[in-house]
């Protein structure tokens, strides 16, 4: 009879992180743990995992780099549409009902974010690449956002402008089949410093990226397009990094 503590729940995501040999630096298919002993653990022991964090190796690396560029360039755009969004639709359509632009959108991006790990994993399946998954999953969601934002721009109805500003949102919550999980890719065994470090990036356009939008609008008279125009930038520059220059290859 085999005893409780040998039966083991064995979860495969595919929207997560391959599992890496420690040794090694590049993909594993995860389809080749299916085929694994189940008395082989699928993570990495407590002892194997070093407290010290190659950081150089790291800040070095240039697709460590290019997935900062899309995490900021990606969070520059949701923080800017979450913090200036009610103003945006207060400014241009003071008749609206503010229950529906503040709780839309974002209820959009709540929704695609729990679907973007399934998607990841259907995408992967048919590439068998987590390269590639991870790129067109952030380039979708940047792309998208970008052209959302230049759409609104020329947007003078209501209803046009709530579609588009939930789309936008919507796209962005790809994003968690993609940078959002190269943490994990680059550092299996330092996964909680390496994600700590992304969000810096991400909380860094808090503040910038909002400061920035409201200093365009105070310079130009409340002209939203150009926010809408320069974020948009931000976006397709990100695309192209990390299209570029991304990965789901170990770094450390």
Known sequence: MTSPHSRRVRTISLAQTPRVHPSGEGEIPVMNFLHRSHSTPNLVSDSDVSSNVPWIKLLTHR?????AVAQYCGANAYYTMFSWLPSYFSDN???AKGVIYNVVPSAAIVVTSFCAPFM??????????LTATRRIMEGISLAAMSLCLLGVSWSSQFTSALLIFTLAMAVRGLHHGGVA????DFAPQHTGAVF?????????????GVYVAGYILHETGSNWSYVF???SAQCIFGAIVYSLMGTANRII
Not at 63 to 67: D, G, I, L, P
Not at 120 to 129: D, G, N, V, Y
Request: hydrophobic share 55%; net charge positive.
């Open 63 to 67: 697709a460590f780099w290019a997935a």
């Open 93 to 95: 359509f003071p008749n």
């Open 120 to 129: 990841a994993t259907r995408l992967f399946a048919k590439l068998h690449s």
């Open 181 to 184: 999980v190269n943490p994990c």
């Open 196 to 208: 700590g470090v992304f969000n810096s990036f991400s909380s860094v356009t808090g503040f910038i």
């Open 229 to 231: 125009v320069f974020t």
